[in-house]
């Protein structure tokens, strides 16, 4: 897959099939829409083609609005969409002159002139153009003017693309990750770099790996314990995740934490990714550091039984 990020990168390709929206989480409704672009593409001797935005739209028309909160990154996101077989990725920054063009320049400039689109997959709700003008209607009516066919996705898959995406953040900030990943059609996870932390888990027997998220923006689940697998090097080990405020020590700040199973390997600075199985149990404030280490003894077996 080729990723540009700009528009301008675009050179427009044969018989373009096309698709456009967040496609925040990847997730199982979305993968119906983008199945049927990349079977059209391969049907018709053609490529598929995801105009997104980024940052998303709501980050710049309402800056006021701290809680938004995306289930994937951009790089995550990126990386799901190719394993699925789309040829070309366009990540376009959304800007207020974006959002400015009207309906009609957005499709005359952007998906014929710039994209080359033959085909493109939309919903019946979707909107463009300034103030949202455009309608599913007015593709329509343009299709045959710029050479295009609109091909309507069924009331019934936007339904379920809204309300999974909606869902599978409600049910993470719930804990829920199993609902969470139902609806993803893979385990949710978190990646970043491990940042060196204070050795109170050391000190305990639970030595951590600290996660430093860059992107302030990545959803992160409710506090608490979590089995998890850990991805270190492109090999996957057992672990005890951890989400919180560390209580027992008066912590200050929300850390992310993972206990690596049979793992001894110095990786501070290295990236890692966390895979979210299972809630094992919320975040608790212990009277002593042996109270929390007899909790954690019976947490690791919790977890163990739950990755077998």
């Not at 990349?38 to 105009?51: D, F, K, W």
């Not at 974006?98 to 909107?127: C, M, P, W």
Request: aromatic share 8%; hydrophobic share 40%.
């Amino acid at each position: 897959m080729r990723i540009y990020n700009s528009i301008e990168e675009f050179e427009p390709v044969k018989n373009a099939v096309v698709t456009i929206g967040t496609f925040d989480g990847v997730h199982l409704g979305h993968r119906k829409i983008i199945s049927r672009i990349t079977e059209l593409a391969r049907a018709n001797g053609g490529e598929s083609v995801i105009l997104t935005f980024f940052p998303h739209p709501r980050m710049i028309l309402h800056p006021e609005d701290q809680n938004i909160k995306m289930i994937n990154t951009m790089n995550e996101k990126a990386e799901l969409l190719e394993q699925l077989g789309v040829d070309h990725l366009i990540i376009t920054p959304f800007s207020r002159d974006f959002s400015n063009q009207t309906a009609e320049e957005y499709v005359k400039d952007v998906l014929v002139k710039k994209i080359g689109t033959k085909k493109i997959v939309i919903g019946y709700d979707h909107r463009f153009g300034k103030d949202r003008q455009g309608s599913l209607t007015d593709l329509q009516q343009m299709a045959p003017v710029y050479g295009f066919e609109v091909i309507e996705i069924p009331e019934q898959d936007i339904h379920d693309v809204a309300v999974s995406s909606t869902r599978i953040r409600h049910a993470l900030l719930d804990a829920d990750i199993d609902l969470a990943n139902e609806f993803l059609g893979y385990p949710f996870y978190v990646s970043g770099k491990v940042m060196r932390g204070d050795q109170i888990g050391r000190q305990m027997g639970y030595p951590t790996a600290n996660i430093l998220i860059e992107e302030s923006y990545k959803l992160i689940p409710a506090n608490g314990i979590f089995s998890v697998m850990v991805q270190v090097d492109g090999k996957e080990h057992k672990g005890m995740g951890y989400i919180g405020h560390r209580p027992t020590i008066n912590g200050m700040t929300r850390n992310i934490e993972v206990n690596i199973f049979d793992f001894n390997q110095d990786i501070y600075t290295q990236p890692i990714r966390m895979k979210f199985f299972h809630f094992v149990r919320g975040d608790v404030k212990f009277e002593s550091l042996d109270q929390l280490k007899k909790q954690l003894d019976k947490d690791k077996e919790d977890v163990m039984k739950l990755l077998e």
